[in-house]
């Protein structure tokens, strides 16, 4: 059996900080571990990095976002497909043999792939340096004590966990192609040498589980261990800092401290239950029950009495949707990327090698029950010139002076509550409820102003996927999940597809034998 080189160039220790690159740093400037997790705060900038990290290009940042997984996914036009000559992807760029799943094209696309392999694999190992350390400190040490102690521990495994569920979803069949083989490693150790077994797709899901499983009970701990802990995930609160949170009922107060704060930034306990929804839903069969509850968790969950943290986002009395373009108050989850208007501009640019217009506009849009008033609409611009084209705003920064602006134009959607309405009408379409699964595809539908009282035909298995791929593509547009959907279902996402087309080559120096 051949070693697998995933993670030989961290054996020396190597970690992440939010304010310091230390990455790809030469050995003599490499912060020392020993003197890095002397303190609490080591392993706040160590937990920071994994979120850098998470957001760089090869990861979310752009490739398994609005860039190589959304082409994939069919999600725009390619340049002359079907005598198409306007915007579009051009063949001289690497996205273009990723819609057509041509994953050995070229150097290009093979070094894409082999970046999200290596980059993902790499923030595995600095969870994996958290998770080691973080027991030999004090509770003394940490200033929120215990719970401080349990949420990065947490934090740390759910990054894990959600890490290797997407290398899993990326790099191994659905189990609805019913696979047998192998496929990748579930990294624990750190230092890591190489030469761990890879695991099947059952074994690889009951893993990340486990990790889900654990860091949910340590983050849910912390989020809700008092009244300010609870507030700060509001919407008015989670995705900024606040220098005190006023009338909880305990008279308890927030730490006055950036780490403590902008838990939407972070794998909360909201996050943390939706990934094990997304997980369940994922693996299927007996598990959507625990998906369903694990969604309805989600979205039941309060951040004071009677009220939940989240909801649909409003258009409201200042037009909030013209510049509120990734809707923001139904973001459960996002990771920050300060670079992200500027990477975007050439993905923007009409004439681009890689213009990333939208394909199937009037498939999409002009459809059966299609809606004027669809909110999401707004994140569209259309463009008529010798052809039509139409091209997604969601990462262009809207021309307003509102300070909202400067606080959403960074952020990179991970999670947000429309899909744990789709997972609950996933586990009702499941056990036959095709009204009830209609009735939870509305309130998307609702909560993105389309009118509600419509029948959406759902009769069956087949007419309830239909609806829901549809909707996905229309919410999920440059957020890096409609290929997976599609993968789930094993439904084609265009003609010529194989089974192979779903499942991402292995670097040629991480293959196991």
Not at 58 to 67: A, C, I, K, N, P
Not at 276 to 303: M, P, T
Not at 323 to 337: M, W
Not at 436 to 460: H, P, S, T, W
Request: proline fraction near 3%.
């Amino acid at each position: 059996m051949k070693k697998v080189n995933i993670l030989i160039l961290l054996i020396g220790g190597v970690l992440l900080s939010a304010c310091t690159s230390w990455l790809d740093v030469t050995p003599e400037d490499t912060v020392e571990e020993e003197d890095l997790f002397k303190e609490s705060t080591g392993f706040h900038n160590a937990l920071n990095g994994v979120y850098q990290q998470m957001a760089s290009t090869s990861l979310y940042g752009r490739e398994l976002t609005y860039g190589l997984l959304d082409a994939m996914g069919q999600v725009y036009q390619l340049y002359g497909e079907n005598y198409h000559y306007g915007a579009g992807i051009k063949s001289y760029h690497y996205y273009y043999q990723g819609t057509r799943f041509a994953y050995d094209a070229n150097d290009d696309i093979k070094r894409a792939i082999e970046s999200i392999w290596s980059k993902g694999y790499n923030t595995i190992a600095n969870c994996n340096n958290i998770i080691r350390n973080i027991d030999a400190l004090k509770t003394g040490d940490f200033r929120g004590g215990e719970a401080e102690r349990q949420m990065i521990k947490g934090e740390a495994l759910a990054a894990r966990a959600w890490m290797h569920f997407d290398l899993l979803r990326l790099f191994a069949p659905a189990l609805v192609a019913n696979p047998a083989g192998i496929y990748i490693p579930y990294v624990t150790d750190f230092p890591y040498y190489g030469g761990q077994s890879a695991l099947s797709v059952l074994e690889t899901l009951e893993k990340i589980e486990a990790d889900l499983l654990l860091a949910k009970d340590m983050i849910m701990a912390y989020d809700t261990l008092n009244d300010a802990n609870r507030r700060i995930l509001g919407d008015q609160y989670r995705f900024r800092i606040h220098s005190f949170v006023s009338n909880t009922d305990d008279d308890s107060d927030i730490i006055p401290l950036p780490f403590y704060q902008y838990r939407g930034y972070r794998i909360n306990a909201m996050a943390v239950t939706g990934m094990l929804a997304r997980l369940y839903s994922y693996w299927g069969g007996e598990k959507l029950v625990e998906a369903a509850k694990n969604a309805q968790e989600v979205i039941d969950f309060e951040w004071t009495d009677g009220k939940k943290a989240l909801f649909y986002t409003e258009n409201g009395w200042d037009n909030r949707l013209d510049y509120d373009r990734k809707c923001s108050q139904d973001l459960i989850f996002c990771l920050s990327y300060p670079l992200l208007q500027e990477g975007y501009n050439e993905y923007a640019l009409s004439t681009g090698n890689a213009c990333l217009a939208l394909a199937k506009y009037d498939e999409v849009w002009n459809y059966d029950l299609a809606d004027g008033g669809d909110f999401r609409l707004k994140f569209i611009k259309t463009i008529d010139d010798w052809y039509t084209d139409h091209m997604p705003l969601k990462n262009i920064r809207p021309n307003s002076d509102k300070d909202l602006v400067s606080v959403i134009e960074d952020m990179v959607p991970m999670m947000r509550l429309s899909e744990m309405h789709f997972i609950l009408a996933e586990y009702y379409a499941s056990i036959g409820d095709f009204g009830q699964a209609a009735n939870y595809l509305k309130e998307v539908r609702v909560g993105r102003n389309c009118l509600g009282d419509v029948d959406l035909g759902i009769v069956d298995m087949e007419t309830f996927k239909a609806r829901l791929l549809g909707e996905v593509r229309r919410e999920f547009f440059q957020e890096g999940q409609t290929f997976f959907y599609y993968k789930k279902y094993g439904e084609n996402l265009r003609k010529g597809m194989i089974p192979e087309s779903f499942v991402l080559p292995k670097p040629d120096s991480e293959n196991i034998n």
